[in-house]
């Protein structure tokens, strides 16, 4: 017998950090999820494929509208945090000063590089 109560699996995932980061975005939706096998893979790291994974259940009626949410990636547009500008370039940190750290402190400094706006020069 099927009714509107029946929990369809729409995700599994080894780590229980997922299947929270998709619980988290269900939610917002306004989609009650439920997750199973969590603690038991919290546990015992090992037994995630053992046991299927770290599981994400909807109800069946909301399936449909969790496989859209699961479909969509999240956009992320970095802003300018001083002016809200979008005009934005990324600075690499120059190549000898991870080789210059390598030789003075025998320890390699690993540095990313810094943002900068093209509007207000701000760099953060």
């Given at each position: 017998?099927?009714?509107?109560?029946?929990?369809?699996?729409?995700?599994?995932?080894?780590?229980?950090?997922?299947?929270?980061?998709?619980?988290?975005?269900?939610?917002?939706?306004?989609?009650?999820?439920?997750?199973?096998?969590?603690l038991t893979v919290s546990?015992?790291?090992?037994?995630?494929?053992?046991?299927?994974?770290?599981?994400?259940?909807?109800?069946?009626?909301?399936?449909?509208?969790?496989?859209?949410?699961?479909?969509?990636?999240?956009?992320?547009?970095?802003?300018?945090?001083?002016?809200?500008?979008?005009?934005?370039?990324?600075?690499?940190?120059?190549?000898?000063?991870?080789l210059g750290s390598l030789i003075v402190f025998r320890?390699?400094?690993?540095?990313?590089?810094?943002?900068?706006?093209?509007?207000?020069?701000?760099?953060?």
């Amino acid at each position: 017998m099927n009714n509107d109560h029946d929990l369809v699996k729409i995700a599994a995932f080894f780590q229980p950090m997922d299947a929270y980061l998709l619980k988290t975005r269900l939610e917002a939706a306004g989609i009650t999820c439920f997750v199973f096998d969590d603690l038991t893979v919290s546990a015992n790291n090992y037994l995630s494929n053992a046991v299927g994974g770290v599981k994400v259940y909807v109800s069946e009626k909301d399936a449909a509208e969790a496989l859209e949410i699961i479909n969509v990636e999240p956009e992320e547009e970095s802003v300018c945090l001083n002016c809200g500008s979008k005009n934005l370039r990324f600075r690499r940190t120059p190549i000898w000063v991870h080789l210059g750290s390598l030789i003075v402190f025998r320890l390699p400094f690993l540095l990313k590089g810094t943002w900068e706006c093209e509007d207000c020069g701000d760099s953060w």
